[in-house]
T-cell receptor
């Protein structure tokens, strides 16, 4: 069965500093990995995904994530944080492949707080 | 990306009543999903709603409590029946397109915030 771990409930960073939100996963076979962001009183917005190919994927709002197969990680990063990045971030994983439906499994979420 | 709308955006309901949440998508999709996000929690899949077939429920969720309709490829409803305060959550509709580009991605609606008194 798939699982996702986000070890940090909250990450605090000062504006302008780089940020990292951690995610590790467990899945049978090749993983499809996703990051979503949830702003207060909003739904989930898709940020980026890794399906195959280059291990470094770039997404919306200047975010990027690096797929590391040996460490089974998919950490979310941004070189320079903005106050507006403050939100709840979810990592999710699905088993790859085209045969049948594979459920998307979410981590518990990490709250990012960017201070001015 | 998808344009997904939900109605109502929020509601306050009395114990024992039922609420039907609507989800409308801007284009046809094969798979639609309903999630629950309890306060301070992650997302939990309630059921998968495919057009032309019965919804498939996850463990812990039953059709009598959460009946789902999927009358066409752009619309679905979720009913929360005989509500109790424990049903207070955000309910999210999600879709996945089955086309070559972006088919692996699920997109989410803005959510319906439900408070049961």
């Amino acid at each position: 069965a798939q699982s996702v771990a986000q070890p940090e409930d909250q990450v605090n960073v000062a504006e302008g500093n780089p940020l990292t939100v951690k995610c590790t996963y467990s899945v049978s076979g090749n993983p499809y990995l996703f990051w979503y962001v949830q702003y207060p009183n909003r739904g989930l917005q898709f940020l980026l995904k890794y399906i195959t190919g280059d291990n470094l994927v770039k997404g919306s709002y200047g975010f990027e994530a690096e797929f590391n197969k040996s460490q089974t990680s998919f950490h979310l990063k941004k070189p320079s944080a903005l106050v507006g990045d403050s939100a709840l971030y979810f990592c999710a994983v699905r088993a790859g492949g085209n045969t049948g439906f594979q459920k998307l499994v979410f981590g518990t979420g990490t709250r990012l707080l960017v201070s001015p | 990306s998808a344009v997904i709308s939900q109605k109502p955006s929020r509601d306050i309901c009395q114990r024992g009543t039922s609420l039907t949440i609507q989800c409308q998508v801007d284009s046809q999709v094969t798979m639609m999903f309903w999630y629950r996000q309890q306060p301070g929690q992650s997302l939990t899949l309630i059921a998968t709603a495919n057009q032309g077939s019965e919804a498939t429920y996850e463990s812990g969720f039953v059709i009598d409590k959460f009946p789902i309709s999927r009358p066409n490829l752009t619309f679905s409803t979720l009913t929360v029946s005989n509500m109790s305060p424990e049903d207070s959550s955000i309910y999210l509709c999600s879709v996945q397109y089955h086309r070559d580009r972006g088919r692996e991605t699920q997109y989410f609606g803005p959510g319906t915030r439900l408070l049961v008194l």
